[in-house]
Nanobody, 119 residues
Framework: QVQLVESGGGLVQPGGSLRLSCAAS????????LAWYRQAPGKERESVAG????????NYADSVKGRFTISRDNAKNTVDLQMNSLKPEDTAVYYC????????????WGQGTQVTVSS
């Protein structure tokens, strides 16, 4: 069974850093595009960062460009999100996503990890 498990969330002060990790099981991560999304209370889920299956192409939301870095380790079936210069508006539940299309859509989500940026 497919599982995506996020870790690394917590409370951090503005300007601080946090590294999120997502460990996947039950799927071959190297065949998927991986991404991080986030959702704050009362707001829609939004894309934060994505990385292609081979790791050669990344994309970021304008709000996090220059501050966040997504990376993957296909050998370990993991994807990370390094978050620097955190702002209160980064506060949200962060979700890991794995997506591919091979004749049919495979779209999997983790349960999320809470990130709170507050002084």
């Amino acid at each position: 069974q497919v599982q995506l498990v996020e870790s690394g969330g917590g409370l951090v002060q503005p300007g601080g850093s946090l590294r999120l990790s997502c460990a996947a099981s039950g799927l071959i991560v190297s065949t998927y595009r991986l991404a991080w999304y986030r959702q704050a209370p009362g707001k829609e889920r939004e894309s934060v960062a994505g990385i292609s299956s081979a790791g050669g192409v990344t994309n970021y939301a304008d709000s996090v460009k220059g501050r966040f870095t997504i990376s993957r380790d296909n050998a370990k079936n993991t994807v990370d999100l390094q978050m620097n210069s955190l702002k209160p508006e980064d506060t949200a539940v962060y979700y890991c996503n794995a997506y591919r299309v091979l004749g049919r859509v495979n779209d999997y989500w983790g349960q999320g990890t809470q990130v709170t940026v507050s002084s």
